[in-house]
Antibody, heavy 120, light 107 residues
């Protein structure tokens, strides 16, 4: 059974940093691109970043470029999102999602999400 | 960036009704479009990909169509379990973008 379990969310002050993790199981992790998608409270979905199966290709939304870094450790089946210079509008539930093979672009399976709150 | 606009924002229908949600793209994007269902407090779930391909395990009452700039998601016979918010998403070009969502309610 495919499982994605996010962790690392919490309350952080504006300008602070946080690192999210997503533990994957039930599939060949290194074969699949992975993404982070976020959802502000009561709002719609926003794609944040994607990384290829090998980790060699990454893309970011303009809203997080230069502040967030996506990475993966295929030996540990773990996806990460390092978030720096956090702002109030980064407050959201962050989901990790399987994004198919070769950056397919659709989100085949989602984790349960982890809440990030940026507030003083 | 490709902007995705869904209509309506909210839809109220009776059990058994045929329901259609429209998603319009700001520029042509072939059929690189997906539809998701999100129930309150839950993660989204993929329903349709490549505009009209049904994801494995999704009931056949869900269908998708369209290409270019106009796409539709149809529920052939609305069921109580279909109460949710539905999102379209384009993956034709970066940044991948979502529609604002359509909330489906039972009348």
């Amino acid at each position: 059974e495919v499982q994605l379990v996010e962790s690392g969310g919490g309350l952080v002050q504006p300008g602070g940093s946080l690192r999210l993790s997503c533990a994957a199981s039930g599939f060949t992790f290194s074969s699949y691109s992975m993404s982070w998608v976020r959802q502000a409270p009561g709002k719609g979905l926003e794609w944040v970043s994607v990384i290829s199966g090998s980790g060699g290709i990454t893309h970011y939304a303009d809203s997080v470029k230069g502040r967030f870094t996506i990475s993966r450790d295929n030996s540990k089946n773990t996806l990460s999102l390092q978030m720096n210079s956090l702002r109030a509008d980064d407050t959201a539930v962050y989901y990790c999602a399987i994004t198919g093979i070769a950056l397919a672009g659709r989100f085949d399976h989602w984790g349960q999400g982890t809440l990030v709150t940026v507030s003083s | 960036d490709i902007q995705m606009t869904q209509s309506p924002s909210t839809l109220s229908a009776s059990v058994g009704d045929r329901v259609t949600i429209t998603c319009r793209a700001s520029q042509s994007m072939s059929t690189w479009l997906a539809w998701y269902q999100q129930k309150p407090g839950k993660a989204p779930k993929l329903l349709i990909y490549k505009a009209s391909s049904l994801e494995s395990g999704v009931p056949s009452r869900f269908s998708g169509s369209g290409s270019g700039t106009e796409f539709t998601l149809t529920i052939s016979s609305l069921q109580p379990d279909d109460i949710a918010t539905y999102y379209c998403q384009q993956y034709n070009s970066y940044p991948w973008t979502f529609g604002q969502g359509t909330k489906v309610e039972i009348k």
